[in-house]
Structure formats: C-alpha cells, structure tokens
DNA sequence: ACGCTCACG
DNA sequence: GACGTACGTGAGCGTA
C-alpha cells in the first residue's frame, strides 16, 4: 500500500529505548556465554509490548519504523566541535548491545534505520514531514524534547511510557512557544546535555519570554539594542555569533538523504520462526515463551549450553518467576485458600494505581505458602484509555473483583492464619479501604528493621538483594519512570503476574529467614512489643487524618505573595539588578562578588554559602540586602512548603490531610512522616506558627495535645545516673537553671536568661555528643570559651562523661549501641579513621537517648488505643515528643486524664525510671492553641 | 540526581 | 597536630 491519506506513520526513537531499557533493567548476561543482554531483553520487551499493543488497538500505524543514531560523530560536529563533546562513552556493557539491537528490530520485521553523519532525530524530521506532505498522519514515539519542534501539521509526539501524548499544549508548556520558534528558544537557552552554548545566563523562561516579545531569533538579534535589561542586552550582542550557530545545531535536517520512501515501511506482521529464532539465540526463555504462545507454537529448545569451566554457583534462592500461576477463577482461588489453611500462615502483597494508600485503587493481589509456590489475582487490570465519558474498559480474564475479596476476607481476618507482609502497613490500609481488616501479619520490614537497624535500608529490593541474592523485576520496567509513569492496572496481566508474585515469594523468603534470627538477636520483644503492634495503630491514625482548614492556608499564601514581591522589588534595588533571590549561586555572587562583603567562604562545591547564619551575621553588620533575604526566605519557605503544598494534600474526599509514617526510617527508633510531613509544622517563628492555626478540630469537637517535658534529658538523668539532675527532675526544678546555677555558681533566685540560655544549649549539647566547636559556633562564642563550659560541665558531672566513654567504647566492641528497651542500632561506621569517625562516635552517644525517648512514645502509642476505646476521641498524630487528639468537647478532662496516665507510665514495666516523666496538655479548636 | 537551605523534635 | 563536627528527620528549589 503506497503512503497517503489515511496512513498513519510509527516513528520510534531507538536509541531512545536502548537507553531507557539500559538504565531501566539491572544488568543482565547471556548464561551460555556471559553476553551482556540486559539493553537487548528491555528493548525486545518494549518490542514486543508495542505490537501487542498495536494489536489490540483501533488506532494502529500502517507504517512504522524505529530510528537509530549511526555513529556519536554527525555532520554537526563540522558546525561546532564541541557538540555532544560533554556526553560520556556508553558504558563498557551497553557497546556490544547496539548491533543486537538492531538485529532484534530486524527480527520484530520493522524497519531498521540508521544513515552515516546523520543522527536519528534529523531522520526522524524527515521522514516526519515526507508523511506530513503526503497527507498522512504522523506519530513519533518519543519524549525527546529536541523532537518537539516537528510537532504540528499532522505530525504529533506520543511519550510512549506512558501513552502520554505530546502535542502543541505539552510543546509549549515545555518551551512556552509554539514549536515553530522552539528551535529559537533552545538556541537562546543552549543545553547543557547536548553541550549548545545558547546565550549565558539564559534559560528557557527568557528565551521564551524574548522571542514572544520580538517574534522569532532573527529580529530579536536584529533588534537586541532595544532589549531594556542592560546585562541582558550585552549578553545577546556578545554572543549573537554563538546563538546563531546553537541555532543550527538544534534545528534538525529534514533533508536527509534516505535511500528508500515511505512506502518501503509499511507494517508486516514478524515472522514467528526469525523472531522465536533470535530470542531463543539471546535465550530470553520468559519472552520466547510469550512470543511462542501468541503465535501458537512450541517454544524451541535452548541452544547446547557449553558445559560450564566451573561449576557455577548454585542460584541459591532459585527463582523461577515463569512459574507463577495467574488466578482466574474461583475454583483455583479456593485451592489456594485451602492450602493456606493448611500452611497457617501467607505471604501476600497488593498491587495499586498509586503510593498514597488513601487514593489508590486495588489492582490485584499477589500470595504465597512457600518459596516458590507464589500467584497473582488480578482483580482490576484494564485496557485502553478511559476518556471523559468513561473509564477504562477492565481487561479479560479476571475474577470478579467483591467476589475474590469475599472470598479472600475469611482467610486474610483468621486469627489462626499469619499474614505475612513487606510494609504491612501499606496493604493493611489498602485493605481495610476494602472492609478487609487483615490479622495478624508480620512485618518482614520491620523484622528487618529490629535486626539490622542502622546497618541499612529495609525496602524490599534492598533486603532481597542483600539477603536472598536475587534482584526483583524492578517495577520501573513495568511502569516506566518520570513523568511517562503509568499505573499499575494499565500493566498487562501477563506482565504483572511474574512481578506481583514475585514480591509475595520474595517476602516469604525474606520472613523464613528473619523470624528465626530475632531471638538469636534479643531483639525478639523489641519486634513483639514496639514494631508489630504499631502497624495498625498508625493505619489508624493515618487513615483519620487530620481537618485543615484550606482557607486560612490559602489567605496566608495570598499574603505571603503579596510581602515576597515587595521584598524581592527592595533586594533588586539594593542589589542593583535582578537576580533570583531562591538561588544560593546568584545570592552568593552579588553579597560577595558585585558587593564585596567579607566573610564569604565557599563550600566544597564551589558555591558561597549562604545560611541564614552567615546571612545574620552580614545583617549584625548592618547591611540590608541579607537581612531582606532572610525575611524573604522565611516567607518562600512557609508559602512553598506549607501554605501552598499543605493545600495540595487534602483529600479531595475526606477534607483532611493524611500523613504516612515511616516506621523503619529512622536509625534510632524514631517515625517519621511523609507526604505530607507533619513532624516539622512551623512553631519557633509568630508568622510560622500561625500555620497551625490551620490544623483545626470539626464542629463540637476540640483538639488536645500531650508532650513530654523534656523526655530526652530526664533519659540522659537516668542513664548516666546524675544525682544532681536526677534530683532536679523529681522536685520539678528548672532544669536549664539549675544547670548553670551547678556550672557557674550563680544562685537560682540570681540566675539571668542569658546565662540559662547557655546552660540550656549544653544541655542539648550533651545529648548530641557535644564539642568545643560545635557549641562555640551555637552559641556564637569563642572556641576556646566553649570548651571551657565543657570541661566544667564534665567537671560537675563526671557520669556524663563516663556514659559517653562507655557507649563509644559498648558501640566500638559490638557493633551496635542499645537502648534501655533492647532496641539496637548498629553502628556500622564507629571504627572508622578519619572525619567519618567523630560523625559515627556522637550518633552513637546520641541514639540510646533519642531511642529510648522514641521507645517510650511508642509504647505509648501501642496502649492509647484500648485506653480511650470508650472515650469518643481519635488519636491523629505523633511529632516524637508529642501526640495529638481530636476529642468530643464534653470529654477532654477525660482524655488527657488517660492518655496521660498512659505517657507517663510508658516504659513500665519493662524499665523503672530513677526520674518521673511528666506530660504536659493543652487543647483549643486548633493546634496552635492547643499548645 | 544532588546539594543547599530550612522546617521540626 | 590536623581534620572537620553538634543528633535525628523530609520537602522544595536550583543547578548540573
């Protein structure tokens, strides 16, 4: 068929793909030979992924060819010889990969294109505008942004991760010009990846705004003398010459000599025999296997295998994802829920549209009884793309969802049935989204997370690579990555079985290797009594939210605007010119470049630095420009990480915001919280704290909150058994007082705020594994005065320092340091030489005091629920010291009467206290005045 | 992707 | 004697 209206032309970025399949997969060899394959298999997989596609589409290509570079040198390197001159060799592994691609594009039967001194995208616009001549449709299966300049006139860009389509919209939200003058914009703003010098100090934004305002490059040029910003107009005078020939580097050739037409790439299906042939030579047996069923046909037998020189490795854990089972129907699903009976225990794992378990939709379920015996349920798996008027439509062979739910719910609420689970807490809340309340689980995360605490990261990648030798489907090879991310229920169910089932055998193999190790460990109560039974008492948290008033949030951002515009108006006066007050780099030059002021230092990178300590100090000496940088500053940061993206995080559907904590994040035992972080709300500054006032209790109820005084001093009393401070706490003193009246001999009732303000620093000081400098430069005072605090301090109360001698000494003999609760946290790092040693030595003082203050609010956490469950009072967050309650009004003294009772008797009675711990309260319809 | 800056305990 | 240094987090932004 000759290439006309109504033929639609594929033209597919290979070397594109090659990259993304590169980076996308772990490496990945030929077994036989050793081979690298691992770009190849991605690139055959995304192949073949395309023709299924194609195949079920209404909107399939009559022609299609994939486009590859020739060779890194093109016609352009005669234009400037610099270009593409910073992009690094493809790697060692990658080379030997490029000819196998092509061959594999030869075997899928498309077309394979590649022409010597011309790169692939300049083929690309001329095949592009041949199509758009002929009065066919065109698409370009590319995110290249080079390639958006042939956008328009019927030739469109598809990202094709994501099916996401590129047309003039995505064009000129990316350049904010049409693409006609987008060859312009990059010439103005250059490209560091492609190395195109462009105009310096100018970005897209300007080079946007320019051309908008003159038309198109050659006037701007022509005309630059009009230009009002005076550096701006130097700088398109000087570099006029440089812009010209960016210019020519972006544009692409739409000439390019080609040695066929359009009518030579017409789509033909592959032919089974050439395309089984060259998988089964890659030996891709899972893809070999697809292509074999889809056609009809055996798979055909693996080459001879050369008998191995050496006996090679076992493959310890033994995958075989091809051997998962993809449930379809009821009769099998009931197999297996009889079998897991008979087990008494399951691996499971769900799989969902999205991370945020308050939005995300169920797409499947994955399960497990033994290494090995692992399968797949998908439940919600769809095909085709859902439009204004419609969803998706859901894909073939899946069981009705509520009925594999009804089925599931028994076995997943047995009491007699262990539920075995990577960061339950996630599926947990999936579940129970469902009406599922799964019990009782354990937590391979988390049994990660009580043995090796601080020697590393407890995701599953991580813990299978580590512990089993085996490195999972990486789930970016499904759904892409960036902004060409898909969701999970777009998958293929063929696809998403070995992957879903996969998580589920991984776990199991992960918990038949930890749950022996916890008692060997003695780490089995810290597991049982602070990590378990926290999973579902922070679902529930989480899933209650807490109510935020999205209008004082946005009157504050409205406010905020209004002060930074004039602020940034005043900076640029003072400065002289405008610059971007966000940006360190530009900040830094004026204060200590243009201006001259001393005192800059720069850091290992080069750059100034510029903290609000060094801005302060400028600001003492009287200079304005920093002292306006900072109010600035404090407004951006309020605006941009509270005011406005708090906003962004009320659910549609509850009005509240829902944070997720993590329970193994932090090395010493601490949570801590994501999406939104709700741990670090504004309270130090007036302006910030009006942030909480935000955070709001409905109608008739009010907000309490409950903190520990001064929790993590009154551990240290203990520890370290310090009399003086033991005895401070248990009468109620000023701890801070009393501290600078033992160090400097000042009388309590004489004591001034200044020299408790110096005690008090010491105090923290202490906890942090303090030093001469680090207290001279927290206090602003000469080194050497610190260190003389110090040594009076250790002077004073010499138990203090034997407590930091004995933990450095405990860390470096085992390994680890604990916490009085048995919590460990290793210290991989505390035997080290050089600077990383003093690092490793105060976090080893610090961890038994910061976790076990974290082990008591835990255990705290863990109680609460049964102590209020008569009490109409939900507990909705937790900020390490603190945890906060919203309460029917009229039973308030009853709440903080037994969340108290609880806090303070937390660490009973696994450890008896030498100090009381002591719970202070506060309630009001917000939480700034429940302070 | 990484460093800087800054919000909290 | 020099080296860098307070402990633990997460988010947004600019830069490369």
């Given at each position: 068929?000759?290439f006309?209206?109504?033929?639609?032309?594929?033209?597919?970025?290979?070397?594109a793909?090659?990259?993304?399949?590169?980076?996308?997969?772990?490496?990945?060899?030929?077994?036989s030979d050793?081979?690298?394959?691992?770009?190849?298999?991605?690139?055959?997989?995304?192949?073949?992924?395309?023709?299924?596609?194609?195949?079920?589409?209404?909107?399939a290509?009559?022609?299609?060819a994939?486009?590859?570079?020739?060779?890194?040198?093109?016609?352009?390197?005669?234009?400037?010889d610099?270009?593409?001159?910073?992009?690094?060799?493809p790697p060692?592994?990658?080379?030997?990969q490029?000819?196998?691609t092509?061959?594999?594009?030869?075997?899928?039967?498309?077309?394979?294109?590649?022409v010597?001194?011309?790169e692939?995208?300049?083929?690309?616009a001329?095949?592009?505008?041949?199509?758009?001549e002929a009065?066919?449709?065109?698409?370009?299966?590319?995110s290249?942004?080079d390639l958006?300049?042939?956008?328009?006139?019927?030739?469109?860009?598809?990202?094709?991760?994501k099916n996401r389509?590129?047309?003039?919209?995505?064009?000129?939200?990316?350049?904010?010009?049409g693409?006609?003058?987008?060859?312009?914009v990059?010439?103005?703003?250059?490209?560091?990846?492609?190395?195109?010098?462009?105009a310096?100090?100018?970005?897209?934004?300007?080079?946007?705004?320019?051309?908008?305002?003159?038309?198109?490059?050659?006037?701007?040029?022509?005309?630059?003398?009009?230009?009002?910003q005076?550096?701006?107009?130097?700088?398109?005078?000087d570099?006029?010459?440089?812009?010209r020939?960016?210019?020519?580097?972006?544009l692409l050739?739409?000439?390019?000599?080609?040695?066929f037409?359009?009518?030579d790439?017409?789509v033909?299906?592959?032919?089974?025999?050439?395309?089984?042939?060259?998988?089964?030579?890659?030996?891709f047996?899972?893809?070999?296997?697809?292509?074999a069923e889809?056609?009809?046909?055996?798979?055909?037998?693996?080459?001879?295998?050369?008998?191995?020189?050496?006996?090679a490795?076992?493959e310890?854990?033994?995958?075989?994802?091809?051997?998962y089972?993809?449930?379809?129907?009821m009769?099998?699903?009931?197999?297996?829920i009889?079998?897991?009976?008979?087990?008494?225990?399951?691996?499971?794992?769900?799989e969902?549209?999205?991370?945020?378990?308050?939005?995300?939709e169920?797409?499947?379920?994955?399960?497990?009884?033994?290494?090995g015996?692992?399968?797949?349920?998908?439940?919600?798996?769809?095909?085709?793309?859902?439009?204004?008027f419609?969803?998706?439509a859901?894909?073939?062979?899946?069981?009705?969802?509520?009925?594999?739910?009804?089925?599931?719910?028994?076995?997943?609420?047995?009491?007699?049935?262990?539920?075995i689970?990577?960061n339950?807490?996630?599926?947990?809340?999936?579940?129970?989204r469902?009406?599922?309340?799964?019990?009782p689980?354990d937590?391979t995360?988390?049994?990660?997370?009580?043995?090796?605490?601080g020697?590393?990261?407890?995701?599953?990648?991580?813990?299978?690579?580590?512990?089993?030798?085996?490195?999972?489907i990486?789930?970016?090879?499904?759904?892409?990555?960036?902004?060409?991310?898909?969701?999970?229920?777009k998958?293929?169910?063929?696809?998403?079985?070995?992957?879903?089932?996969?998580?589920?055998?991984?776990?199991?193999?992960?918990?038949?290797?930890?749950?022996?190790?916890?008692?060997?460990?003695?780490?089995?109560?810290?597991?049982?009594?602070?990590?378990?039974?926290?999973?579902?008492?922070?679902?529930?948290?989480?899933?209650?939210?807490?109510?935020?008033?999205?209008?004082?949030?946005?009157?504050m951002?409205?406010?905020?605007?209004?002060?930074?515009?004039?602020?940034?108006?005043?900076?640029?006066?003072?400065?002289?010119e405008?610059?971007?007050?966000?940006?360190?780099k530009?900040?830094?030059?004026?204060?200590?470049?243009?201006?001259?002021?001393?005192?800059?230092?720069?850091?290992k990178?080069?750059?100034?630095?510029?903290?609000?300590?060094?801005?302060?100090?400028?600001?003492a000496?009287?200079?304005?420009?920093?002292?306006?940088?900072?109010?600035?500053?404090?407004?951006?940061?309020l605006k941009?990480?509270?005011?406005?993206?708090?906003?962004d995080?009320?659910?549609?559907?509850?009005?509240?915001v829902?944070?997720?904590y993590?329970?193994s994040?932090?090395?010493?035992g601490?949570?801590?919280s994501?999406?939104?972080?709700?741990?670090?709300i504004?309270?130090?500054?007036?302006?910030?704290r009006?942030?909480?006032?935000?955070f709001?209790?409905p109608?008739?109820?009010?907000?309490?909150?409950?903190?520990?005084?001064?929790?993590?001093?009154?551990?240290?009393?203990h520890?370290?058994g310090?009399d003086?401070?033991?005895?401070?706490?248990?009468?109620?003193?000023?701890?801070?007082?009393?501290?600078?009246s033992?160090?400097?001999?000042?009388?309590?009732?004489?004591?001034?705020?200044e020299?408790?303000?110096?005690a008090?620093?010491i105090?923290?000081?202490?906890?942090y594994?303090?030093?001469?400098f680090?207290?001279?430069?927290?206090?602003?005072?000469?080194?050497?005065?610190?260190?003389?605090?110090?040594?009076?301090?250790?002077?004073?109360?010499p138990?203090?320092?034997?407590?930091?001698?004995?933990?450095?000494?405990?860390?470096?003999?085992?390994?680890?340091?604990?916490?009085?609760?048995?919590?460990?946290i290793?210290t991989?790092?505390?035997?080290?030489?050089?600077?990383?040693?003093?690092?490793?030595?105060?976090?080893?003082?610090?961890?038994?005091?910061?976790?076990?203050?974290?082990?008591?609010?835990?255990?705290?956490?863990?109680?609460?629920?049964a102590a209020?469950a008569?009490l109409?009072?939900?507990?909705?967050?937790?900020?390490h010291?603190?945890?906060v309650?919203?309460v029917?009004?009229?039973?308030?003294?009853?709440?903080?009467?037994?969340?108290?009772?609880?806090?303070?008797?937390a660490?009973?009675?696994?450890?008896?206290?030498?100090?009381?711990?002591?719970v202070?309260?506060?309630?009001g319809?917000?939480?700034?005045?429940?302070?």
């Amino acid at each position: 068929m000759g290439f006309g209206k109504g033929c639609h032309l594929h033209l597919i970025d290979g070397s594109a793909y090659i990259f993304r399949a590169y980076h996308a997969l772990p490496p990945l060899s030929r077994k036989s030979d050793g081979l690298p394959v691992g770009a190849v298999a991605g690139f055959c997989n995304m192949l073949w992924r395309y023709l299924v596609e194609n195949d079920a589409s209404a909107d399939a290509p009559t022609h299609a060819a994939v486009i590859f570079d020739y060779s890194s040198k093109t016609f352009r390197n005669e234009i400037y010889d610099l270009y593409k001159a910073n992009r690094p060799e493809p790697p060692e592994d990658l080379r030997p990969q490029f000819p196998l691609t092509r061959d594999a594009t030869r075997a899928f039967n498309l077309a394979c294109i590649e022409v010597e001194d011309y790169e692939a995208d300049d083929i690309i616009a001329t095949l592009a505008r041949q199509g758009r001549e002929a009065g066919g449709r065109v698409t370009i299966l590319s995110s290249d942004k080079d390639l958006m300049q042939l956008v328009g006139g019927g030739v469109e860009m598809l990202d094709p991760m994501k099916n996401r389509p590129i047309g003039l919209e995505q064009v000129e939200e990316k350049f904010g010009v049409g693409p006609d003058r987008v060859v312009d914009v990059q010439a103005l703003a250059g490209d560091s990846v492609d190395n195109i010098p462009g105009a310096p100090g100018i970005g897209i934004k300007t080079a946007a705004l320019l051309i908008n305002e003159f038309g198109d490059l050659d006037t701007l040029l022509a005309r630059a003398e009009e230009i009002k910003q005076p550096k701006r107009r130097q700088t398109l005078i000087d570099h006029a010459e440089q812009i010209r020939i960016s210019r020519k580097l972006v544009l692409l050739d739409d000439q390019t000599p080609l040695e066929f037409g359009l009518d030579d790439l017409e789509v033909r299906d592959p032919d089974p025999e050439a395309l089984l042939g060259f998988l089964n030579q890659m030996e891709f047996r899972t893809l070999t296997r697809r292509v074999a069923e889809k056609f009809d046909r055996d798979p055909p037998p693996l080459p001879e295998a050369p008998a191995p020189e050496v006996a090679a490795a076992p493959e310890p854990a033994g995958f075989d994802t091809t051997a998962y089972e993809c449930i379809r129907d009821m009769a099998v699903l009931e197999r297996w829920i009889a079998d897991i009976h008979e087990a008494g225990f399951v691996a499971l794992d769900t799989e969902t549209t999205a991370l945020d378990e308050m939005r995300a939709e169920l797409v499947g379920i994955s399960l497990a009884v033994a290494p090995g015996r692992a399968c797949y349920v998908p439940l919600a798996h769809t095909v085709g793309e859902g439009d204004l008027f419609g969803g998706a439509a859901l894909a073939e062979g899946q069981m009705d969802r509520d009925a594999a739910l009804a089925a599931l719910k028994p076995v997943l609420e047995d009491p007699a049935v262990l539920k075995i689970l990577q960061n339950a807490k996630y599926d947990v809340k999936i579940l129970a989204r469902q009406g599922i309340d799964v019990a009782p689980i354990d937590d391979t995360m988390l049994l990660s997370y009580a043995l090796h605490g601080g020697l590393h990261g407890h995701g599953m990648d991580a813990l299978s690579d580590r512990y089993l030798n085996h490195q999972p489907i990486p789930i970016k090879t499904l759904l892409g990555s960036g902004k060409s991310a898909r969701t999970f229920d777009k998958v293929s169910i063929d696809e998403a079985t070995p992957y879903a089932a996969e998580d589920a055998d991984i776990t199991l193999r992960l918990w038949e290797a930890f749950k022996p190790q916890l008692h060997r460990a003695r780490v089995t109560r810290v597991y049982e009594t602070m990590e378990r039974p926290l999973v579902p008492v922070l679902a529930a948290m989480e899933m209650a939210g807490v109510k935020v008033d999205r209008d004082v949030l946005s009157r504050m951002s409205n406010a905020f605007s209004q002060k930074m515009a004039g602020l940034e108006a005043e900076i640029h006066e003072l400065a002289g010119e405008t610059f971007n007050v966000g940006s360190p780099k530009q900040l830094g030059e004026i204060l200590f470049d243009k201006m001259s002021l001393q005192g800059g230092k720069k850091g290992k990178t080069g750059a100034y630095a510029t903290g609000a300590d060094v801005l302060e100090d400028l600001a003492a000496e009287g200079h304005d420009l920093p002292a306006r940088v900072l109010d600035w500053r404090q407004l951006s940061k309020l605006k941009s990480t509270y005011t406005d993206a708090l906003q962004d995080h009320i659910n549609p559907e509850t009005g509240r915001v829902h944070t997720s904590y993590v329970i193994s994040g932090a090395s010493t035992g601490r949570l801590s919280s994501t999406d939104p972080n709700l741990q670090n709300i504004p309270i130090r500054t007036e302006e910030g704290r009006r942030i909480r006032t935000a955070f709001v209790a409905p109608e008739g109820r009010v907000l309490v909150a409950l903190d520990y005084s001064q929790i993590e001093l009154r551990i240290l009393a203990h520890i370290a058994g310090i009399d003086a401070l033991r005895d401070a706490f248990r009468e109620g003193h000023d701890i801070h007082a009393m501290t600078a009246s033992e160090m400097f001999g000042v009388p309590m009732d004489q004591m001034t705020s200044e020299v408790r303000r110096q005690a008090k620093a010491i105090n923290f000081g202490v906890i942090y594994g303090i030093s001469g400098f680090g207290l001279a430069r927290n206090l602003r005072i000469p080194r050497a005065e610190a260190q003389g605090f110090i040594d009076r301090y250790f002077e004073r109360f010499p138990g203090i320092r034997a407590y930091m001698d004995d933990t450095v000494a405990f860390a470096k003999e085992h390994g680890h340091v604990e916490t009085l609760f048995g919590r460990r946290i290793h210290t991989p790092e505390i035997n080290a030489k050089g600077p990383g040693a003093g690092f490793a030595k105060r976090a080893a003082i610090n961890a038994p005091i910061q976790g076990t203050a974290a082990d008591i609010i835990r255990r705290a956490m863990i109680r609460v629920p049964a102590a209020i469950a008569d009490l109409p009072a939900t507990m909705l967050l937790q900020v390490h010291d603190e945890l906060v309650f919203e309460v029917d009004a009229g039973a308030v003294e009853d709440l903080v009467a037994r969340v108290r009772e609880v806090m303070e008797g937390a660490a009973d009675p696994v450890v008896q206290l030498s100090v009381p711990l002591v719970v202070d309260a506060g309630q009001g319809a917000n939480w700034a005045e429940a302070h």
